[in-house]
Each structure stands twice: as structure tokens, then as C-alpha cells.
């Protein structure tokens, strides 16, 4: 609770000081007014581009730390990010399952150790379905035999 208290009191104070500069840098600049920035007239031209800039900038810092808080920081989105990737993966390894039980179940055992360089090729390939419960119920007899055979070596 303090902290937020203290992080609304940062955020006024931000806007204000960043309206003030910005402001100071839209109007023009007096000598004095220059000199107490430590310039004179003629040098002063830089300074002015430079507070708006500053000032647009601390005016707004609030939105711009809520934004990116949000959007990269909330441990929320990285868990959804996560719990994407993880569907992603398992739809990935439920394609690899179809495409073993179509294409390498009624396979000959040397056609398949052609295609996947040995027993150990299609081990490797299927292995993440194969320690998924439910997808392992999924691979075709014929394959599943082929790489128990591998797997209880």
C-alpha cells in the first residue's frame, strides 16, 4: 500500500515537473530566464528543443512505466505465454503421433530403419509422445511395439 501511495506521489511529480519544462521550452526565454539556466541568448537555442524534449519525456513517464509493466513485466502474461507454448508443443507431438501411425506403422522394419537411421532414430522422434500417457495410447500397435523394443534396452 505504501509503495503505491509513494509510486502516485513519483508519478505527480513526474507530470508536474514535466509539464513545467515542457512549458518553459514552448515559451520563449528571456535573458534572464537564460542566464539562470546558465546560458546566454544566443546559446540558448539548444535549450529549448532539449526542455521539451525532457519535459515530454517526465510528463510521460507514468503511462509509459504502466505500459511496459504490463505488457513485459505481469507474471500473468509470461504464464499465458507459457501455458501457449506448452499447447503448442503437445499439438506438435500429437502431429508427430498421426504422421508415425500413418506413414511408419505398416512400414517394413528396414525401410524403417532407413528412414530413421536405426530403431534409435525413431526412438528419439517419438519419445516425447511416448512419455505422455494419452498421447502413448494414441501410437498405432505396430509402432508402439517397435519402440518399447528400442525403449527396453
Known amino acids: 500500500m505504501l509503495r503505491h501511495r509513494i509510486l502516485h506521489i513519483m508519478d505527480a511529480v ?7 519544462l515542457a512549458a518553459a521550452g514552448i515559451m520563449e526565454l528571456s ?3 537564460a542566464a539562470l539556466l546558465g546560458g546566454e541568448p ?6 529549448q528543443p532539449v526542455l521539451v524534449l525532457v519535459g515530454f519525456l517526465l510528463a510521460t513517464l507514468p503511462l509509459s512505466r504502466r505500459l511496459a509493466y504490463h505488457s513485459m ?5 509470461v504464464a499465458e505465454c507459457h501455458e501457449v507454448g506448452q499447447a503448442l508443443e503437445r499439438i506438435a ?3 508427430r503421433v ?5 506413414y511408419a506403422a505398416d512400414l517394413e522394419d528396414a525401410a524403417l530403419e532407413r528412414a530413421f537411421d536405426g530403431p534409435e532414430g525413431l526412438w528419439a522422434w517419438l519419445r516425447p509422445a511416448y512419455e505422455d500417457e494419452a498421447l502413448r495410447r494414441q ?3 505396430n509402432l508402439l511395439r517397435r519402440i518399447e523394443a528400442v525403449a527396453n534396452r
Open 42 to 47: 544566443p546559446s540558448a537555442q539548444w535549450l
Open 31 to 33: 535573458q534572464a530566464q
Open 93 to 95: 507431438l500429437m502431429q
Open 139 to 141: 501410437i498405432h500397435p
Open 73 to 77: 513485466l505481469n507474471p500473468a502474461n
Open 14 to 20: 513526474s507530470v508536474a515537473a514535466g509539464l513545467s
Open 98 to 102: 498421426q504422421a508415425g501411425n500413418l
